[in-house]
């Protein structure tokens, strides 16, 4: 017998992808730039104004928010299936999805507030 998979399973893994994909591209690349490389002095780091002003840009904004919140998702998704699957909780299935989805959305309202609030 094969369990019946629902469309929001399938949303779920997608945005899981998605997150794992950005995550891996962007999150290095911006470690990188402002953990190591501009304060070793390795390369000027920009203008406040400059900097200031691609913050200020809406599509910058967007694009981190984005980042912001598919990496949230796919952290929820990951630590759902590592605490119900790999801990073997199953009984505790519900709570734990709620919990972990939960945690990504105030995480991206948190987001929301400090980028466009």
């Not at 400059?50 to 949230?72: K, M, S």
């Amino acid at each position: 017998m094969t369990a019946r998979r629902s469309s929001a399973e399938a949303v779920a893994w997608l945005l899981f992808s998605a997150g794992g994909v950005v995550s891996a591209l962007l999150v290095p690349v911006l470690l990188l730039l402002f953990g190591v490389v501009f304060p070793l002095g390795l390369l000027a780091p920009p203008e406040y104004p400059h900097l200031a002003a691609v913050f200020g840009h809406p599509l910058t904004r967007i694009v981190l928010f984005g980042l912001c919140v598919l990496a949230l998702l796919h952290w929820a998704h990951r630590f759902r299936y590592t605490l119900s699957e790999g801990l073997q909780l199953p009984r505790l299935r519900a709570p734990i999805t709620v919990l972990c989805y939960a945690g990504a959305l105030a995480g991206s309202v948190w987001a929301a507030v400090v980028l466009f609030g």
